[in-house]
């Protein structure tokens, strides 16, 4: 890293191409697969130089003519040229959001896990720049984003799903994935009105803060059962804890306002958008309803009560 940081490596004399990023990263899924720790932090100690080889190379380029064609991104994750590649590295973004089960009540994950977790950043962050090398950005992150979605689906727990929604790095894929989501599990169909070219403030809080909990039956204690005397779906407080999380996402990446330094278009407030956010503690009180509604004990619960918090911190933030 030193040596990278003192001579950076240019794409005309790199000595690795789309092969040995590849090997690198399958041969620390087989090492985490076989216990062996040590092969594990080789590789990984392989793919930090390298991510960070593409990473340091893409500014020097960014602002010039026909930059994408000349970085080494471009020869490599293209999600426009070599999408083939960015499914590998979905396929391993699905075994490390699996795999990942750090251990409960705060205590200290293995060295496998912390592994996990910085191999998992790694490939978003590499996700990230095969969108930003595209031409087409906002195709490339839908297209990324119905293959993310369906890595959701599959997860097992609440958990995991929560955590390959928070590292998604790119905030047009995280934007297009959580209302892929929403749609498929949360009782929505997406029309002209909640296309995310044109989401607004008002289109979250008036739709989606309507959602109804993901619907799919992955264990007994998350599907909907009928309320005999009110003759009402009643939910799981984890699958409205999830509803909750994937609102609370949307509207913090939407409200992401700045470019990043790869000049990636990100969403910017209208004053209609102001508007809506200086009404948001009607919104948020419709909401604690809703919630109430679909499931009566989780609107006292720690957690979701924080998440109700946070969604009036992100909205007071913006109006200062």
Excluded at 86 to 111: D, E, K, M, N, Y
Excluded at 193 to 206: G, P
Aim: glycine share 4%; charged share 20%.
């Amino acid at each position: 890293m030193k040596v990278q940081s003192l001579h950076g490596t240019r794409h005309s004399h790199i000595p690795w191409g789309w092969q040995q990023l590849k090997h690198a990263a399958n041969s620390f899924q087989q090492a985490i697969q076989n216990g062996s720790s040590h092969k594990a932090t080789a590789c990984m100690f392989c793919l930090r130089y390298m991510v960070r080889v593409i990473e340091e190379d893409l500014p020097l380029h960014c602002n010039k003519r026909g930059f994408r064609d000349r970085c080494i991104a471009s020869q490599l994750l293209s999600a426009e040229k070599f999408f083939f590649h960015v499914q590998s590295l979905l396929r391993l973004i699905q075994f490390a959001a699996v795999s990942f089960t750090p251990q409960l009540h705060g205590l200290a994950c293995g060295s496998s896990q912390n592994h996990l977790a910085e191999f998992l950043q790694l490939l978003q962050r590499l996700i990230h720049i095969s969108v930003v090398v595209s031409t087409v950005l906002h195709q490339s992150a839908l297209r990324v984003a119905r293959e993310l979605t369906n890595i959701y689906i599959s997860l097992p727990t609440g958990l995991n799903r929560r955590l390959l929604i928070s590292s998604t790095v790119s905030p047009s894929i995280r934007r297009e994935l959580v209302q892929l989501v929403l749609e498929k599990c949360c009782g929505h169909s997406r029309g002209p009105q909640l296309n995310a070219q044109y989401l607004s403030i008002w289109k979250v809080c008036n739709y989606y803060f309507r959602s109804l909990p993901p619907d799919q039956p992955r264990t007994p204690s998350s599907s909907p059962l009928l309320d005999p005397v009110e003759g009402k779906l009643k939910f799981s407080g984890e699958s409205c804890e999830e509803m909750l999380y994937l609102v609370t996402s949307l509207l913090d990446v939407y409200i992401e306002t700045t470019r990043d330094q790869y000049g990636e278009t990100r969403t910017h407030l209208s004053l209609d958008d102001l508007s809506t956010l200086s009404d948001m503690p009607r919104y948020l009180h419709s909401l604690r309803v809703h919630l109430d509604e679909l499931c009566p004990e989780v609107t006292n619960q720690p957690k979701m009560s924080m998440m109700l918090m946070k969604l009036q911190a992100v909205a007071t933030s913006c109006l200062t």
